[in-house]
C-alpha cells in the first residue's frame, strides 16, 4: 500500500504559476503509475495529467495540454504537476491517485486508480 500526499495549492491570480507535488510513502513508488485529478464544486472529478512508473509516458487533458507538466522523481518518491497559465477555470481540489502497473501504461479515469491523496485546493482568481 501507498499513501499520498498532495502540497502546493493556493490562491493564485489568472496567467499565474502553480507547482503541486505528490509525496508518497509506504511501497517502492516506482511500481506505481501515478495521476492528477481534479474535481470543482458540484462538478465530477476530471482527469488532468498521468504518468507511467518510469516517467517515460505521459497523457494531459485537452484542457490543460501546453500549459501544464507532470513529472516524476522515483528517487524522491514524488510526482510533480507544474501548472502555467493558470485559469479561473482551472480553480479546484487537486488530487493525485496511484496504481501498481507492470508496464508503462498510463490511466485517465478514476477507477483505474486505488490510492488517493486527500486533495490541496487550487484557487485561481481572474
Known amino acids: 500500500q501507498v499513501q499520498l500526499v498532495e502540497s502546493g495549492g493556493r490562491l493564485v491570480q489568472a496567467g499565474g504559476s502553480l507547482r503541486l507535488s505528490c509525496a508518497a510513502s509506504g511501497r517502492t513508488f516506482s511500481n506505481y503509475a501515478v495521476g492528477w485529478f481534479r474535481q470543482a464544486p458540484g462538478k465530477e472529478r476530471e482527469f488532468v495529467a498521468a504518468?507511467?512508473?518510469?516517467?517515460?509516458?505521459?497523457l494531459y487533458a485537452d484542457s490543460v495540454k501546453g500549459r501544464f507538466t507532470i513529472s516524476r522523481d522515483n528517487a524522491k518518491n514524488t510526482v510533480s504537476l507544474q501548472m502555467n497559465s493558470l485559469k479561473a477555470e482551472d480553480t479546484a481540489v487537486y488530487y493525485c491517485?496511484?496504481?501498481?502497473?507492470?508496464?508503462?501504461?498510463?490511466?485517465?479515469?478514476?477507477?483505474?486508480?486505488?490510492?488517493w491523496g486527500q486533495g490541496t485546493q487550487v484557487t485561481v482568481s481572474s
Open positions: 504518468i507511467s512508473r518510469s516517467g517515460v509516458n505521459t
Open positions: 491517485a496511484a496504481v501498481v502497473v507492470y508496464s508503462g501504461a498510463v490511466y485517465t479515469r478514476p477507477t483505474n486508480y486505488d490510492y
